[in-house]
């Protein structure tokens, strides 16, 4: 069964930075682009970002670009989301999900980890 | 602005039908981009439910169907169940964007 853990979450003050995590298991992670998706509370989804199978494209939500990173490291199965100037509408919960088709994008989100909270507050 | 657009609430009594909208525009659905469907119960994470317009993953009852006409998707789901009840939300790729878009969401309440 597909497996992502996120870790790295936490309270960070507006200005500041903060690393996620993503760690996969159960499939082959080097064949998926990967995304970041995030939900602030009791609002909906926001997509903020993917990143192809092999990291040569990635695309970011205009709310995140120039601020947040995505990155992977395929030979240790793990998604990365690098959050710079960290804003207090940046609060929420941060998902990584899995590509439904390989080495495909924009295919749906097949599996979804369980979350890792971000609170940005002073 | 590229946005998808979904009722923010549907309801429906236990064994009947009910159908959510998501309403795009020429840059997302009207163009003929994938719709994908995500059903959220409370303190979970998403869980997809239709991809491709009207695929189910393996085990994905047949319940569940989508559709696709224009700038417009749908989801349906007949035989309502308790267990249906959940926020529901639709996604698309936006050429404009150059990146995905989530609709704003759905509340089903099973009366």
């Known amino acids: 069964q597909v497996h992502l853990v996120e870790s790295g979450g936490g309270v960070v003050l507006p200005g500041r930075s903060l690393r996620l995590s993503c760690a996969a298991s159960?499939?082959?992670?080097?064949?998926?682009?990967m995304h970041w998706v995030r939900q602030a509370p009791g609002k909906g989804l926001e997509w903020v970002t993917l990143i192809s199978y092999d990291g040569s494209n990635k695309y970011y939500a205009d709310s995140v670009r120039g601020r947040f990173t995505v990155s992977r490291d395929n030979s240790k199965n793990t998604l990365y989301l690098q959050m710079n100037s960290l804003r207090v509408e940046d609060t929420a919960v941060y998902f990584c999900?899995?590509?439904?088709?390989?080495?495909?994008?924009?295919?749906?989100?097949?599996?979804w980890g369980q979350g890792a909270l971000v609170t940005v507050s002073s | 602005q590229s946005v998808l657009t979904q009722p923010p609430s549907v309801s429906g009594a236990p064994g009947q039908r009910v159908t959510i909208s998501c309403t795009g525009s020429s840059s997302n659905i009207g163009a003929g981009y994938d719709v994908h469907w995500y059903q959220q119960l409370p303190g979970t994470a998403p869980k997809l439910l239709i991809y491709?317009?009207?695929k189910r993953p393996s085990g994905v009852p047949d319940r569940f169907s989508g559709s696709w006409s224009g700038t417009s998707a749908s989801l349906a789901i007949t035989g309502l169940q308790a267990e249906d009840e959940a926020d529901y939300y639709c996604q698309s790729y936006d050429s404009s964007l150059r990146g995905s878009l989530f609709g704003g969401g759905t509340k089903l309440t099973v009366l």
């Open positions: 159960q499939f082959s992670f080097g064949s998926y682009a």
């Open positions: 999900a899995k590509e439904v088709v390989g080495y495909d994008v924009w295919s749906g989100l097949s599996y």
């Open positions: 491709g317009h009207n």
